[in-house]
């Protein structure tokens, strides 16, 4: 085994610094509806997330097999190779974070390495196959699987707890919302940390560090279990708000609901060793319980942009990941230059994002023009399909409506009657 060349540093560095923007990046997938519903205080909240996402990182190694050993060929990969597709990736992450859309830091981190991988041993060095039904497949069954789930436990959660007491059935959906919220951290360190540990195992493996097929070593994990806690902790917080807030109003029952359908979904799959998007996962849930609550509206003109960010991902990055493959090949200087491209392009886009500023004590506020949204046609076709309310229910609603003006304000003013 060779000692870390200084290449080989730099690209360590850079991945710790992408799995740091992956955990402010993704801190909404596990905390947004939480937040959003007051079931715990914003900075608590990115706390507990961050200490939970460093737990699940030591929990499994089979998404970072899935990168470093499935889904490029180690033999045509240099350590050039794998800082380019980190560049594609953390402008990508970036990008989306100044916009608050909550796009797929997975899948920005897979577009990087699939383009560079392509620019430096072409298309056949890809294993198309595993980029396929382990990236591809569980992007697009994600969301589906998991906002049917969160529909379905939404309906199911408000019937069962019709007849419970008030504040009661509250405070227990507002316990296990936060104990559900616990649930996707553990399952957002568990899956995302590992994509960090995968490429940084993959260019330990192309700069001869570490012998092919290895496991990541276990500084490998904790340094990778340490970064995506202290971007968690950071708080993504524009992100946070259009989760939480941006695509529909959540109560109690809805957030309980979302998260527990998504955390099951990702810790099925990061078991199977699908690499998959924590962000699928949870924007999905959020919205099949957005459906699922009668009355209940999606905002889909937020929607729709979240999801032409989903399918900009992977070429985007992939096409980052090139063009930063192909000024690396002109020596150390290449190599420098794109450093100091991303260097200040992150900070370009820091300063930008400080024109308006979004943190814990604003992150619950909501653009009035998103609140005045009409519900649209899916939500006006699912409301068609709810059971009509129960009696109580409708007792419950009877009693919010103002009720008629009183027969003498139906009188003719005294200078009417006159006349």
Known sequence: MEGISLILAIVVVTALAFDFTNGFHDTANAM?????TGALKPKVAVAMSAVLNLVGAFL????????????????GIRPEVIFAALVGAILWNLLTWLVGLPSSSSHALMGGLIGATIASAGVGAVHGDVLVTKVLIPAIAAPLVAGIAAMIATRLTYTLGKKADGKAAAKG??????????LVSLAHGTNDAQKTMGIITLALVAGGTLAPDSDPPMWVILSAG??????????GWRIIRTMGKGLTDLQPQQGFAAQTSAATVILASSHLGFSLSTTHSVSGAVMGAGLGRKGGVVRW?????MFVAWGLTLPAAALVGALAEWVTNFGDWGTAVVAVFLVGS???????????VV??????????????????????????????????????LAATIPAPASPASTDPAPSQAAV
């Not at 947004?32 to 959003?36: E, G, K, L, V």
């Not at 959906?173 to 616990?182: D, E, K, L, N, W």
């Not at 005045?372 to 109580?392: H, L």
């Open 359 to 396: 943190d814990h004590t604003n992150v619950n506020d909501v653009d009035e023009t998103a609140e005045q949204e009409s519900p649209g046609v899916v939500t006006t076709a699912m409301a068609a399909v709810t059971p009509p309310p129960t009696a109580a229910a409708a007792e419950e």
């Open 226 to 235: 340490v970064a995506i806690a202290l971007g968690t902790y950071l708080g």
């Open 301 to 305: 003109s937020t929607a729709t942009r």
């Open 346 to 356: 992150s900070f370009a886009i820091w300063k930008v994002s400080r024109r308006e």
């Open 32 to 36: 947004a509806t939480t937040i959003s």
């Open 173 to 182: 959906y507002r316990a296990g919302q936060i104990a559900s919220a616990g």
């Open 60 to 75: 499994s190694v089979e998404v970072a097999n899935t990168i470093s050993k499935g889904l490029v060929d180690e033999s």
